[in-house]
């Protein structure tokens, strides 16, 4: 992270809520981050004003400073765009499934063949490698030494199966595949060095004759801010269902996967980092945002603090229950919270046939709660602190100002000892003894 960055998240106040200027300053930061990454301006311009609304907006959390309360916005965001959840590969319900790949020359996308069915392969698959780039000498040969490293078939062209022809090559390698039950097929195709009507149009009738289930978009990540126009050019001339970053082994930052990923709205499934076979895993948006911005120290912070808060929220209850501390207001607390289960309730009412249990759930709650409150109520602040004080006349005394009956005040005296006790004991790292149940 730059050190201004940094800097700029030092000089935030430490706790409250954002101020504009605050946020400006930040995401002034950022910005500049996110440029040093490489991520088209375009792009950083869509995101930092994202950033901002969301910033300044009500949607803060508690536990964190304001500079900490900017940088989890930020890495959500990237989260986001990057595709948030990681998206899986589609299978065909009839086999085999088509994946094509696509890229300009030396993206890497014979490399990525082999990688893809090897990982398939160990995944219980059975792929099969399909030459359909025919427009280098060697990339036949090529794609056949690979799919020998993964311990794969590779379909070439001979005579009789469609020399000269990709589109012909790929059909006839489906029909073959079905023939001779595999379940996937890769389809290597020509790239160029740049952008090129000729290739586009031989790998869009590709996609046209054999309607892959993925089209995989192969990109360099190195390419820094030529990715935007590079993955333009290829969702117009072919399109693709998802993009994979190679040569993120590189000392790119990323910032093409930022780019990419927002301008074509496809999400990157892959990565691939390195020249070997299983120099390949799956794409994980979260460690790429925290590359992007180089932020792994400062979310390792942010969940610190995060932690410490929750912590610190559940120590102060258990220190009440483990010193005594704990009241019958804490207790009347304590059921009052339980009216903010609303959607506890609304999930229940969901199930079918759940209506009659949800009114049920709602009288006994609201039945109970005002109950609880009504004998709370009539107690003395001292009784309240100290149940111990309540004698056979206190109780008769508080059971006629609340209107409740002396039953009902021993009931609810017992059940809060109860859970007093059993929540000191849980405090003190014991196992608790629930009568006529033994240890839980
Ligand atoms: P294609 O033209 O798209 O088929 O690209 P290739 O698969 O032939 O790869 C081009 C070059 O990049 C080869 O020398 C590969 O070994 C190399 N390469 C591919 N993927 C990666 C990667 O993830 N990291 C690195 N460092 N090199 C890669
Ligand atoms: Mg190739």
Request: no cysteine; net charge neutral.
């Amino acid at each position: 992270l730059s050190d201004r960055l940094t800097e700029s998240l030092k000089n935030l106040r430490t706790k409250g809520k954002l101020s504009a200027s605050d946020v400006d300053g930040t995401v002034r930061e950022i910005r500049r981050a996110l440029l040093e990454a490489d991520v088209s301006l375009d792009v950083v311009k869509k995101f930092t004003a994202a950033v901002r609304e969301r910033a300044l907006s009500d949607d803060v959390n508690r536990a964190l400073n304001p500079a900490q309360q900017v940088v989890q916005i930020v890495n959500e965001e990237l989260i986001e765009i990057l595709g948030g959840q990681q998206r899986r590969l589609e299978f065909a319900k009839n086999p085999p499934t088509v994946i094509m790949l696509a890229g300009l020359q030396g993206a890497g996308k014979t490399t990525l063949a082999g990688k893809l069915a090897k990982w398939l392969k160990k995944d219980g698959h059975t792929p099969m490698l399909v030459a359909a780039d025919l427009q280098r000498p060697n990339a036949v040969t090529q794609l056949q030494v690979v799919g020998e490293q993964a311990g794969v078939t590779t379909y070439a062209p001979e005579p009789g199966n469609g020399v000269g022809d990709p589109v012909k090559v790929a059909k006839n390698a489906i029909d073959e595949a079905r023939r001779r039950q595999f379940d996937t097929v890769i389809i290597d195709t020509a790239g160029r060095l740049g952008v090129d009507a000729e290739l586009m149009k031989q790998a869009a009738d590709i996609r046209k004759a054999t309607n892959p289930d993925e089209v995989l978009f192969v990109i360099d990540a190195m390419i820094g801010q030529d990715a935007v126009a590079t993955a333009k050019a290829f969702q117009d001339g072919v399109d693709f269902t998802g993009v994979v970053l190679s040569k993120l082994d590189g000392d790119a930052r990323g910032g093409a996967a930022l780019s990419v990923a927002s301008v074509t709205g496809r999400p990157i499934m892959f990565a691939s980092t390195g020249e070997g076979l299983d120099d390949f895993e799956p794409f994980y948006p979260d460690r790429m945002a925290s590359r992007i911005l180089d932020l792994g120290d400062i979310l390792t912070l942010i969940e610190q603090a995060q932690e410490a808060f929750d912590e610190e929220e559940a120590r102060q209850v258990a220190e009440k229950f483990a010193t005594d501390s704990f009241t019958l207001d804490d207790f009347l607390k304590q059921m009052q919270q339980l009216r903010n289960m609303g959607s506890i309730k609304k999930m229940i009412g969901m199930l079918p046939g759940a209506g009659a249990m949800r009114q049920q759930l709602d009288d006994f709650d609201e039945r109970e709660i005002v109950r609880t409150e009504a004998i709370i109520q009539s107690m003395t602040p001292a009784e309240r602190r100290t149940p111990k004080l309540l004698n056979g006349s206190r109780r008769l005394r508080i059971a006629k100002g609340s209107g409740m009956t002396v039953t009902d005040v021993n009931q609810l005296v017992t059940r809060f000892e109860q859970a007093a006790k059993m929540m000191k004991t849980v405090a003190k790292g014991g196992v608790p003894q629930v009568p006529g149940m033994g240890p839980i």
